[in-house]
């Protein structure tokens, strides 16, 4: 496997991002080592908040969540997924499969060691993070669950099936317009261009271009065994369960129901519906802030 890593200089001044990076090395099934990189803001003693990031974002789609919950005492974490951000990117779009992204993460998450861990995950990061949930169910005090879910091959929106033909068909990926055109509100030009910072070129993006291929929306698909037997784990998992999904998401819309009825942790807890589009970190930070703040108070 054959690995790119973006100049640290193009992340030198982006806008509202003040956070240091943090490095894991993770190893690859075929030996290849792959550097991961992450945020950890906030007091080490404090408890843990895990925010996961989808495609094509990177841990960025967090800052405004970040300072808030670090100035609250927590301490917060946001990893780069392998092929984004700060982190490693392999040159191949065949290198990249929905097992090794959770067999990445995973073993970065075992390095962390982290407990009573309470979990944000978007789009990607809800396909990757319900995996370790399912993995390490020990390890998770509560999730909150946003524009994301866990397929096992039954189907797709109409939503998803405009983005997938958008993905494959574009010559050049203009990452930071992408997320743009997935928010309620208008990015700036400088929030646009920090979206695009971790890609100088069409070779960086392999796995922005990959990862829609890669949901597993027909039985074909890989992974649907597997994610078959985490909704099995989570069928069971008990702990506080909240869904936020977001009023204007084409791609995820109805798919907060499907949380609220299988997890029992899901049961009776104070489900939103937020105002923004697919990237709703970017919409309403301060709620989504807020929501996690609630949930880790409340079982203290």
């Known amino acids: 496997m054959q690995v790119l890593r973006t100049p640290d200089e193009r992340f030198a001044g ?29 007091p080490r003693d404090g408890a843990v908040v895990l925010l996961m990031h ?8 967090y800052r405004r969540i970040i300072a808030i919950l670090a100035a609250k005492g927590h301490r917060v974490i946001a990893p780069d997924l392998i092929g984004f951000g700060r982190s490693d990117k392999p040159t191949l779009r065949t290198d990249y499969t ?19 861990v309470t979990l944000f995950c978007q789009d990607w990061g809800g396909l990757i993070g319900l ?16 524009n994301t879910g866990l397929p096992t091959g039954t189907g797709l929106t109409e939503g998803f099936k405009a983005w997938l033909e958008f993905s494959q068909s574009i010559p050049e990926m203009p990452i930071g317009m992408i997320v743009n055109m997935g928010t309620g509100r208008e990015l700036t030009l400088a929030e646009i261009a920090a ?32 994610n078959k037997a985490a909704w099995e784990v989570l069928e069971r998992f008990d702990r506080p369960v909240v869904t936020a999904f977001s009023d204007g998401d084409a791609v995820s819309r109805g798919g907060d129901a499907v949380f609220q009825t299988r997890i ?31 949930m880790i108070k409340t079982r203290s």
């Not at 989808?54 to 789609?61: D, Q």
């Not at 995996?131 to 946003?146: M, T």
């Not at 695009?196 to 649907?224: C, I, S, W």
Request: proline share 9%; charged share 20%.
């Open 54 to 61: 989808g495609e094509p974002s990177w841990s960025y789609l």
């Open 195 to 226: 979206y695009d910072a971790p890609f100088p070129d069409e070779t960086y993006k392999e796995g922005a271009r990959q990862f829609p291929t890669l949901v597993p929306v027909t039985p074909e698909h890989g992974q649907v065994t597997e």
């Open 131 to 146: 995996r370790l949930v399912a993995a390490f169910p020990e390890r998770f005090a509560g999730l909150v669950i946003a």
């Open 14 to 42: 982006l806008a509202d991002w003040p956070f240091a990076p943090h490095y894991a090395q993770i190893r690859d099934a075929d030996g290849t080592d792959l550097c991961l990189a992450y945020v950890d803001e906030g």
């Open 98 to 116: 929905y097992g090794r992204h959770v067999d990445w993460m995973s073993q970065w998450f075992t390095q962390m060691n982290l407990s009573d």
């Open 264 to 294: 029992p942790g899901a049961k009776g807890q104070p489900h939103i519906t937020t105002k923004g589009g697919h990237f709703l970190q970017e919409d309403c930070p301060d709620e989504i802030a807020a929501i996690l703040d609630t």
